[in-house]
């Protein structure tokens, strides 16, 4: 067994703990008939870290080998002030992550995935609509947002958080997911687009 490889997987060990016992927490709480929302948004945080090392975006999608990967946050802002201590120090493919936090009908601009969380029908249908053959990986948390286009959708699945990949959108989108990430997720579908 080699050893020198071990300081460079401790930060993937470490995630992999942290998304590990939360499952468990939110197992328990589930059992207990409670939920805590700053858990399952810790957890979402995780993911999305996580994500980011498992994505490959198309060449021209970063200005330069270290510019940063940059996550947007809609209609949820406290995921999103989870997700900016969670990805603190980190990076992804030598691109340090980053957080911005979007309104409701701002344009996405330069990121290259965005998390949609509580939007009207309306406003979810205007933001996948616009953002569907740009280089984005989209992460939802509901039906509805898969169903009009998301790439990753959230879910809750034997009283844990997993999570389903559409690949059609993903083709239209000009990213690769990587096997891996495929293999943990939940449900692999075609696409709903």
Known sequence: MQFASLPRLLPQLFFVLLILAAHLRIQAQAQSGTADPSLERQVKAAYLVKFAGFVEWPDGSFVRPDSPLLIGVMGADALAEQLERSVAGHSANGHPLQVKKLKKGEPPGQLHMLFV?????????DVLAA????????????EEAHALGSIVNFL?????????????????????ISARMLSAAYRVAPGAI
């Open 117 to 125: 969380g509580a939007l009207d029908k309306a406003s979810l249908q």
């Open 131 to 142: 953002t569907r053959s740009q280089p984005l990986l989209t992460v939802s948390d509901s």
């Open 156 to 176: 809750l699945a034997d009283e844990r958080l997993r999570f389903e990949v559409a690949l059609k959108p993903a083709a239209a989108a000009r990213i690769r």
